[in-house]
């Protein structure tokens, strides 16, 4: 199983909340694209590139959050290597429905 790289989005999209190690923004804030993540699977995401180094990290998305009618609330994604999600990952990132 190898990573692909899926469409790139700036950290700079995004606000950093370092107590839950997590990246958040508001999805029609966002020029955010999916694409897949794996060359044998279906898992789809993207890759969020830091602003400043410029070092990147695949993230796939995770699961989604609904209210009490279905609606969506959030959608989670998560960094991943070539094995897979990261069971620890170093932050997640949380795309609101606004």
Do not use: K
């Not at 190898?2 to 950093?16: D, E, G, H, K, R």
């Amino acid at each position: 199983m190898a990573v692909l790289s899926p469409p790139a989005v700036s950290t700079a999209q995004f606000t950093w909340d370092p107590a839950e190690r997590l990246f958040v923004a508001e999805a029609s804030s966002l020029s955010l694209q999916l694409g897949p993540v794996y060359d044998d699977a279906c898992d789809v995401g993207f890759t969020l590139r830091e602003e400043r180094t410029g070092a990147t990290f695949v993230v796939a998305h995770e699961g989604a959050e609904r209210d009490a009618e279905g609606d969506l609330l959030w959608t989670q994604f998560i960094p991943v290597d070539a094995r897979g999600p990261l069971d620890d990952p170093p932050f997640e990132v949380r795309v609101y429905n606004d």
